[in-house]
């Protein structure tokens, strides 16, 4: 568990999220001028590509794992349904149960995009070395195990 580091710590966190807050909205930007597709639509496909998720996975599954509302996440998928890059179909167990999977289209589509992708992110992270990326990855998930922890006292009127 961290502690409170000093006085300082106080307005060097306030930076460090301010800089994840500016460096979300920047890669949002540069995804769709570079890309042409936006990062939630980037994050669902991504998750969707991968192979636990390759027979589908149910909406709020799917939504707990980008960490994104299922509200917002739902018109995502209908846009992508409406291109033809995923569907819903219906669950094994329970047949009114909706999961969602790419579609041959979707598939295609993702595997083009990666190499733009990939060159995206090479290019974004140039100034950091292999190790570095490693580390940042690392402290990365660290923050957001501790973000995921947080619970403060309820605020009162």
């Known amino acids: 568990m961290g502690r409170h580091l000093d006085s300082g710590s106080d307005e060097l966190n306030n930076r460090i999220f301010c800089r994840l807050f500016q460096l979300g909205n920047l890669l949002q930007r540069q995804a769709v001028r570079q890309l042409g597709i936006t990062t939630i639509r980037w994050a669902v496909l991504g998750a969707l590509s991968e192979a636990k998720f390759q027979s589908g996975v149910p909406v ?87 973000l995921n922890a947080v619970k403060l006292p309820a605020v009162k009127d």
Request: with cysteine; aromatic share 8%.
């Open 60 to 146: 709020g599954d799917l939504a707990e794992y980008l960490v994104v509302g299922r509200q917002n996440l739902g018109w995502v998928l209908k846009r992508l349904e409406r291109d033809s890059l995923l569907e819903r179909v219906a669950g094994e167990g329970d047949r009114r149960a909706r999961i969602v999977r790419l579609t041959a289209d979707g598939r295609q589509f993702w595997a083009d995009l990666l190499e733009q992708i990939d060159a995206f992110c090479d290019q974004a992270a140039a100034s950091l070395a292999a190790a570095e990326r490693i580390a940042l990855a690392r402290y990365l998930y660290d923050l957001q195990a501790d």
